[in-house]
Each structure stands twice: as C-alpha cells, then as structure tokens.
C-alpha cells in the first residue's frame, strides 16, 4: 500500500488548508484511517481519526477547527484545517488509525504568525 499525502503549504494564522491522501497498491477500500503530524523536534502524534462506522476523534488541540471525512471510492482520505495556529505546523502524514502501512513522504503545513 502507497499513501501520497499532499495539499500542505504555507498559510498565515487563522487561515484554512485541505489536506488530501491517496491510498494506492494491495488495497479494496479505506475505512478506518488516521492523519498525523511530526513537529520539528517532537513524536508523530495521531491528529485525528475515522473509523469504519463514520465515528472520528480529535486531538484535544485541534478540536473543533480540523474535521477528517473519507472517499471511499477514490480511496482517499482528507484533513480540513481551519483557524489553523503556528503550533499546526509540522509535516502531516496519514496512516491507519494503528499505523499499520508504511509512512508516505508527507506534506509540509507552515503556519505564520
């Protein structure tokens, strides 16, 4: 399975991106699926998450700003990030919910002050 994460740049605070991941290779569908982010000098960290039921969760610091929604039939999976915050910036990967696929390469998300 090859994820292809893209949609990041640079933005200024209180702006808004949408992030995009293409699963691709040994894979039917996406149901359950996780987006990440891995700050310079900090662990990933699972931002938020959507499980096969439609239920999805969020990270305390970006509840209520980041909503996560899944196309099954292009087998892609997006990050809405509105209000987004300097402490946003970091690369973003997506991944299961329990990151069993290898990481893509990531998108880049610059949020300035």
């Known amino acids: 399975v090859q994820l292809v994460e893209a949609g990041g740049g640079l933005v200024q605070a209180g702006g808004s991106l949408r992030l995009s991941c293409v699963a691709s290779?040994?894979?039917?569908?996406?149901?359950?699926m996780g987006w990440y982010r891995q700050a310079p000098g900090k662990q990933r960290e699972l931002v938020s998450a959507?499980?096969?039921?439609?239920?999805?969760n969020y990270a305390d610091s970006v509840k209520g700003r980041f909503t996560i929604s899944i196309d099954n039939a292009k087998k892609t999976v997006y990050l809405q990030m509105n209000s987004l915050k300097p402490e946003d910036t970091a690369v973003y990967y997506c991944n299961g919910p329990n990151p069993i696929y290898g990481w893509g390469q990531g998108t880049q998300v610059t949020v300035s002050s």
């Open positions: 290779g040994s894979i039917v569908s996406i149901n359950a």
């Open positions: 959507i499980t096969g039921g439609g239920s999805t």
